[in-house]
C-alpha cells in the first residue's frame, strides 16, 4: 500500500475505488499527540485545494488541516466523528478523515 500513497503537508492521499482517501500521517499524529476533538467535513461539500479540511483539537495543539487536493467530499470517516482518538491509529490508514471524487488530477 504504501507505494501507493502520497504524503502532502502531514496529509497521506490513497487512490481508491471510491475516490481519493485522505488521512493525517503518522508524523502528524506524533506532533498532535491525542486527539480530543475533531471537525469533520461533510458528505457532499465541495472543497477547493487549499479550503479547510478538518480542525483538530489535542493535548499538544489546535491544528487545521488543509484540503490538498480540490473535489466533493463522499464519505467520512464516521467511527472518527464519534470517536475523535480514532484518528490516532498507530495504523495511519485507519486515521482517514474523508473520500474525495471529481477530483480536480493534478500532476
Known sequence: MAENLKIIDNLWILKTNEGYKIGLTNEAQ????????????????TLKKGD???????????????SPMGGTIVAINEAAEQDP?????????KAWIAILSDVEEAK
Do not use: H, R, Y
Not at 476533538?37 to 461539500?45: D, E, I, L, N, S
Not at 489535542?58 to 487545521?64: C, F
Open 52 to 66: 479547510s479540511l478538518i480542525e483538530v483539537e489535542a493535548e499538544k495543539a489546535v491544528s487545521e488541516f488543509s
Open 30 to 45: 506524533e506532533d498532535l499527540g491525542n486527539i480530543t476533538f475533531a471537525t469533520m467535513p461533510k458528505v457532499g461539500q
Open 85 to 93: 482518538s480514532v484518528l490516532d491509529d498507530a495504523d495511519q490508514t
